[in-house]
């Protein structure tokens, strides 16, 4: 049961490079996200989708892009890597059950470093 | 918007002793939950409890317990019987049931230091 599964766990990229940053889910959840995580910031909400073919920003949207072509996969683009994206992303998912108390399940983390 | 307050960055705790880590929040929604999550230096994001905002009976789950105090808008942790391996920065989460979007809200976390 492998839950939601990131990759890379780390990665070291160069001021203007792009990257895509890998999540996918085998619990047929409908809501998946991504978050960053920085010191003394907790973790802020970079785009979610509820669903295949729908994405919303969240809190922290610019320099990133993700799309939801299946059930499964959410992967996090990121266009022209700068030092500010540096920090350590999570992948979580979700199911919907209204009415019922239903946790985010995290992948392991990413830690990305802009050079 | 909703927001969720963790005013204690870094607390300690003796080994076997209690403690309590605070989370308030913000919203003006009536249906609601409540989540407390561990993190370990693993970075692992780990559910510790869960609370319903329609429940007055607090949760408990073995060692952890919560005060939820829906008018207060506030929701602490109790860790009884501290053992290190509570070590770990805390978060305090919070999603709607109403806006049909289902987002996940996290405080800023709290450090929590065992001592041996």
């Known amino acids: 049961n492998a839950g939601v599964t990131q990759t890379p766990k780390f990665q070291v990229l160069k001021t203007g490079q792009s990257m895509t940053l890998q999540c996918a889910q085998d619990m047929n959840h409908e809501y998946m996200s991504w978050y960053r995580q920085d010191p003394g910031m907790g973790l802020r909400l970079i785009h979610y989708s509820v669903g295949a073919g729908i994405t919303d920003q969240g809190e922290v949207p610019n320099g990133y892009n993700v799309s939801r072509s299946t059930t499964e996969d959410f992967p996090l683009r990121l266009l022209s890597a700068a030092p500010s994206q540096t920090s350590v992303y999570f992948c979580?998912?979700?199911?919907?059950?209204?009415?019922?108390?239903?946790?985010?399940?995290f992948g392991q983390g990413t830690r990305l470093t802009v050079v | 918007a909703q927001t969720v307050t963790q005013s204690q960055p870094e607390m300690s705790v003796q080994e076997a002793e209690t403690v309590t880590l605070s989370c308030t929040y913000d919203t003006s929604e009536s249906d609601y939950y409540l989540f407390w999550y561990k993190q370990p230096p693993s970075r692992q994001m780990i559910l510790v409890i869960r609370q319903e905002a329609y429940k007055q009976q607090n949760a408990t789950e073995n060692r952890f317990s919560v005060n939820f105090q829906k008018a207060a808008k506030s929701f602490s942790l109790k860790i009884s019987d501290s053992q290190l391996g509570d070590a770990a920065m805390y978060f305090c989460a919070y999603r709607s049931e109403n806006s049909g979007t289902y987002k996940y809200i996290f405080g800023t976390g709290t450090r929590l230091k065992v001592l041996a």
């Open positions: 979580a998912s979700s199911y919907f059950s209204r009415g019922v108390n239903t946790e985010a399940f």
